[in-house]
Nanobody
Framework: QVQLVESGGGLVQAGGSLRLSCAAS????????MGWYRQAPGKQRELVAT???????NYTDSVKGRFTISRDNAKNTVYLQMNSLKPEDTGVYYC???????????????WGQGTQVTVSS
């Protein structure tokens, strides 16, 4: 069993910053792409940012220049530094990872439980 545990969400004023963390644990052999997605009330879940095991990153246009995704492969952890937050960034943020694990090992998509980010105007 693999678990993704997120932390770092909360309430912040517009213009403020938050840092999200997501740590993967379990009988993991390898992790490929890790990323963050978010879901605002009444809307579909959308991609925020992804990072490969080699460090290549991808961002949705609305967060470019404000958010930075990074990871620590030794700790199986991904981070999302969010600066200059806007009310439209409000939502539940979910961690995602492509994990190679199990007996026999196989690739699976795993999700965290989500952490709430609220940006007040």
């Amino acid at each position: 069993q693999v678990q993704l545990v997120e932390s770092g969400g909360g309430l912040v004023q517009a213009g403020g910053s938050l840092r999200l963390s997501c740590a993967a644990s379990g009988r993991i052999f390898s992790i490929n792409t890790m990323g963050w997605y978010r879901q605002a009330p009444g809307k579909q879940r959308e991609l925020v940012a992804t990072i490969t095991s080699g460090g290549s990153t991808n961002y949705t246009d609305s967060v470019k220049g404000r958010f930075t995704i990074s990871r620590d492969n030794a700790k199986n952890t991904v981070y999302l530094q969010m600066n200059s937050l806007k009310p439209e960034d409000t939502g539940v943020y979910y961690c995602h990872a492509q994990v190679f694990y199990g007996i026999p090992p196989r690739w699976l998509n795993e999700w965290g439980q989500g952490t709430q980010v609220t940006v007040s105007s």
